[in-house]
T-cell receptor, first 112, second 110 residues
Framework: DAGVIQSPRHEVTEMGQEVTLRCKPI?????LFWYRQTMMRGLELLIY????????DSGMPEDRFSAKMPNASFSTLKIQPSEPRDSAVYFC??????????FGPGTRLTVL | GQQVMQIPQYQHVQEGEDFTTYCNSS?????IQWYKQRPGGHPVFLIQ?????EVKKQKRLTFQFGEAKKNSSLHITATQTTDVGTYFC??????????FGSGTRLLVRP
């Protein structure tokens, strides 16, 4: 099993540009989570999906952030337009039936 | 909303010394999970505790869940440099999402 796959691993962009982060969860996992991690705010849950349906998006910072899960094997997190304060590591995680969460390697986003 | 408080924020120990991190909640928890994140890495699941008073061991790591299911601890005996990283506790809330503590960063002097 390849684990949770995220792309890109690193992204450097300029303020105002659109950024799309991608995630492939572990096959058979029904829940998918997007987190953001910074030194100042720690690990924050942005949104989570269950069976491809968004269940809780209360952590999404503002309308510039959107997430989709068109099928069980793919999800995207989009930031449009991006701002320097969005710079962070973004993790995707999927959850097994036992409740254990498996994190992807993360995308390190830098917005200049 | 549910919050999980974790202390200390940092711990710097000499290799061979013990280390403990604590996790507390004002509400009863259904379960508690522990994760480790190495520098530059991603959180990795260590263990899940479900029962009141439960104690589980993984080699030099001992995990406890309080009798009232409101607190938990992770104790490492005789730390090694490979133990360096940030340890997070996390608890399921009523909507089945994990609420993470702020983490304890462990540094080990060789």
């Amino acid at each position: 099993d390849a684990g949770v796959i995220q792309s890109p691993r690193h992204e450097v962009t300029e303020m105002g540009q659109e950024v799309t982060l991608r995630c492939k969860p572990i096959s058979g996992h029904n829940s998918l989570f997007w987190y953001r991690q910074t030194m100042m705010r720690g690990l924050e849950l942005l949104i989570y999906f269950n069976n491809n349906v968004p269940i809780d998006d209360s952590g999404m910072p503002e309308d510039r952030f959107s997430a989709k899960m068109p099928n069980a094997s793919f999800s995207t997190l989009k930031i449009q337009p991006s701002e320097p304060r969005d710079s962070a590591v973004y993790f995707c995680a999927s959850r097994s039936q036992t409740g254990r969460q498996f994190f992807g390697p993360g995308t390190r986003l830098t917005v200049l | 909303g549910q919050q999980v408080m974790q202390i200390p924020q940092y711990q710097h120990v000499q290799e061979g010394e013990d280390f403990t991190t604590y996790c507390n909640s004002s509400t009863t928890l259904s379960n508690i999970q522990w994760y480790k994140q190495r520098p530059g890495g991603h959180p990795v699941f260590l263990i899940q505790l479900v029962k009141s008073g439960e104690v589980k061991k993984q080699k030099r790591l001992t995990f406890q869940f309080g009798e009232a299911k409101k607190n938990s601890s992770l104790h490492i005996t005789a730390t090694q440099t490979t133990d360096v990283g940030t340890y997070f506790c996390a608890a399921l809330d009523s909507s089945y999402k994990l609420i993470f503590g702020s983490g304890t960063r462990l540094l080990v002097r060789p």
